[in-house]
């Protein structure tokens, strides 16, 4: 009976990670986002013969990314080029492996093997869709994630060489990697090792010896030292889990953030529970921080971001292995409590975040589509592609990277014309305009993008069947696509009828990318890769 019971506990376990990569797998294309740039930067000047290591560890945005450099790089050697869906799943495949450590970890508490169930639901959910399905992000997170559980169960094993060894690929992964040489040292105060301390300077004088010589900050830190919106920030990312039970209420993050820091001190520094997972939080706690401090000019509930939820998940597990383990006695009710709590909260998040994962999917679709025709992008945020619009371009045509095929073929692209037709709406197309300026520490740039609403859409949508705008320029005839995405449904009808995707469409253009002046709108019904165009009575005006 026990076998049978851990048989299917591990078997569950597969379930619940093979489920997540083939979500993953479901909602993410292959096109550059924003600062994947970076990466095609780096083939680029590989390619050409550059300094290869002074662009290796060349920092930006504050960071010394030479782990995601170096994975696109094997991503390259193996695939002929650049795939940035590769690199996405092999973020998914990355994250399984931590649960592997996880679980690895959760086995030495000699509990069964049922009780580790919660940590998958816990884990395998979408809220941190911006690490989970953009390459860069993931890279960077989801590595950090798994070199700091191979560091600390390389300490424990008294693997030290190996051990400082994660941290400093850490260090060169994302910026927060550096805290894992704190987190060593609180461990070896504890446990009164204070000759390693040798050791440890050794690997940290090392990493900051390659680090330093090309370190500069970047446009988005802005160290105004703000106390009230850094213990905000720090305790809203640890306490993420709580937005997607409560409707996204903030607060409730910051509180849930201080209770899992409350109670991780009683447990750490009264119990003096210091095992893998005690250290393990410990080290999200110094991220949580030195995330929040550079970006202490702003306020939690104004800036808060899902790329950095990734932490949450991880801590609640680490609580919930600690709490095993100190109240044995209890373990039956931690476990039902924790698994009540798990599973509402994968629940939430796959209700709350899969609208996102598909607005994400259909957006670089569509800019795929732009990219083809015209070099630039409209859905996706147009500066990165301005600034750097040669070397993502030579990247295309010098097979660096692999082009998708367009969601609209030659032949439809002559049919939009005046005899196309007519798709009468329920409402018209509204139109709203925003300039949102964003402070920097050499000055303001302003991001310009409209919002082409349709409030009342009565097409149908689901998450097979999409729907795109295509705006045709007045005078020079150029075409743009931009996707239409749908928010959520309501929980009831999702439930009841089968029906996700509510009928209140938004495509949102950033018009810094496309020519001033009047377009024609279009509309493009797209199911299992066939089009049916249409057009709308009604024009679309770019201003200069």
């Known amino acids: 009976m026990k076998k049978s019971v851990s048989l299917l506990s591990i078997g569950f376990f597969i379930g619940q990670a093979v489920l997540y990569f083939v979500y993953i797998n479901r909602f993410s294309f ?26 290796l560890f060349r920092v930006d945005n504050d960071h010394a990314i030479v782990i995601p450099r170096v994975i696109t790089w094997v991503n390259q050697l193996l695939h002929g080029s650049v795939n940035f869906k590769q690199l996405i799943l092999w973020c998914a495949l990355t994250l399984i492996g931590c649960f592997y450590l996880l679980f690895s970890q959760f086995q030495k508490l000699k509990i069964t093997l049922p009780y580790f169930i919660p940590a998958g639901f816990l884990l395998f959910q979408p809220q941190f869709f911006e690490v989970s399905n953009w390459a860069i992000t993931g890279l960077q997170h989801i590595n950090i994630a798994l070199f700091v559980c191979l560091s600390l169960i390389a300490l424990e094993k008294n693997q030290l060489k190996l051990a400082f060894l994660w941290a400093i690929l850490a260090g060169f992964t994302f ?23 040798f050791g440890l300077s050794v690997a940290l004088v090392l990493y900051l010896a390659i680090l330093l010589p090309h370190y500069s900050f970047g446009q988005q830190a802005k160290f105004e030292l703000h106390l009230g919106n850094i213990i905000n920030y720090a305790l809203g990312i640890l306490g993420a889990c709580a937005l997607d039970l409560t409707g996204g209420n903030l607060q409730a993050g910051i509180v849930l953030g201080f209770l899992m820091f409350g109670y991780w001190a009683y447990l750490f520094l009264f119990k003096k529970e210091r095992g893998f997972f005690a250290y393990l939080f410990l080290f999200i706690i110094g991220t949580c921080l030195i995330i929040a401090i550079p970006r202490s000019a702003d306020d939690w509930t104004t800036y808060n971001s899902s790329r950095y939820f990734l932490y949450a998940p991880i801590a609640l597990i680490c609580l919930y292995a600690m709490s095993l383990t100190q109240f044995p006695q209890l373990s039956q009710r931690i476990f039902i409590g924790a698994s009540v709590f798990s599973f509402a909260f994968c629940f939430m998040s796959y209700h709350i975040h899969t609208a996102q994962m598909v607005a994400r999917f259909q957006v670089n679709q569509a800019d795929n589509d732009n990219w083809i025709r015209h070099q630039r992008v ?19 045509q010098l097979n660096y990277l692999d082009q998708e095929p367009g969601i609209l073929s030659k032949e439809e692209l002559v049919r939009f014309s005046s005899d196309t037709p007519v798709w009468k709406l329920t409402e018209k197309m509204l139109v709203e305009r925003h300039a949102n300026p964003i402070q920097e520490r050499s000055g303001i740039w302003v991001k310009r993008f409209d919002y082409l609403l349709f409030p009342n859409f009565k097409g149908e949508n689901s998450l097979d069947h999409v729907w795109y705008v295509v705006l045709r320029h007045t005078q020079s005839a150029m075409l743009y696509t931009v996707a239409i995405n749908f928010k959520k449904g309501a929980l009831r009808k999702w439930m009841l009828e ?3 995707l509510s009928n209140y469409g938004i495509a949102q253009v950033y018009t810094d990318a496309l020519m001033p002046g009047s377009y024609q709108v ?18 679309y005006e770019i201003q200069p």
């Not at 292959?30 to 662009?55: M, Y």
């Not at 996706?380 to 040669?390: E, H």
Request: no cysteine.
């Open 378 to 396: 409209a859905g996706n945020v147009p500066q990165v592609f301005t600034n750097d619009q040669k070397i993502v371009q030579d990247a295309f």
């Open 175 to 197: 910026g927060n990697g550096v805290v894992l040489f704190v987190v060593l040292a609180i461990y070896f105060i504890f446990t009164k090792r204070f000759k390693e301390f």
């Open 522 to 539: 279009y509309l493009v019904d797209r199911i299992q890769g066939k089009n049916t165009m249409y057009r709308l009575d009604q024009s």
């Open 498 to 500: 089968g029906h996700y």
């Open 30 to 55: 292959h096109f550059p986002v924003q600062d994947d740039v970076t990466l095609i930067e780096f083939i680029h000047a590989k390619e050409a013969g550059s300094d290869l290591f002074n662009q």
